[in-house]
């Protein structure tokens, strides 16, 4: 049964926990799979290790109920006084199958109710339309586009800037409209 599948058949019930250094295999070759390469700039096991120890940053494993990895998530911003909480990173084991769209409401939940963001932000490759359209779908707004911003396989690229505010996930979450 593929993790998708499981996921599924638990009707999304799903954990999210903090990463320990006993992940940095699990996060490494993640990045490592083909399919993902273009969408992400890989860091190795040293940057994801010290990063672990930032008190500015949260990584998050995704589980499944029997324990089985779903994915991953990069917060940062965490020491900031802005309320400005960024999602580095958010990467499935099995994209477009749904339970990246879970596990996103999970960390929405996590960044506005735990840690008491005002923002939470991301960027996005232009050329992810699966990544943007379940952004969108979740509320966040797309605020413009950084020009050639990334030094990138030998070359440039650009990177869509995306939002969502406390009080648009908070009308989100009862319905109600914009005033």
Known sequence: MTIAAEY???NGVMKLRDATSDDLDFI???ESRPEVVEFICRWGR????????????????????????????????LAGENGSLEL??????E????????????????????HG??????????????GRHVYRKLGFVEEGVL???????GGYRSLVVMSILE????RRRTGARAP
């Not at 994209?95 to 735990?114: I, T």
């Open 8 to 10: 599924e058949r638990w």
């Open 147 to 153: 020009r050639d911003a990334l030094r990138f396989d």
């Open 46 to 77: 040293e940057r994801h290790g010290g990063n672990l120890a930032d008190p500015d940053k949260r990584y998050l494993i995704a589980e499944a109920e029997a324990g089985r990895p779903l994915g991953y998530v990069i917060l940062a911003g």
């Open 28 to 30: 490494v070759a993640q």
């Open 167 to 170: 009080e648009e996930y908070r």
């Open 88 to 93: 580095v990173r958010i990467l499935m084991v």
């Open 95 to 114: 994209p477009g199958r749904g339970a990246g769209q879970g596990v996103l409401q999970e960390v929405m939940a996590l960044a506005f109710e735990e």
């Open 117 to 130: 963001a005002h923002r939470l932000w991301l960027d996005v490759f232009p050329e992810n339309a699966r």
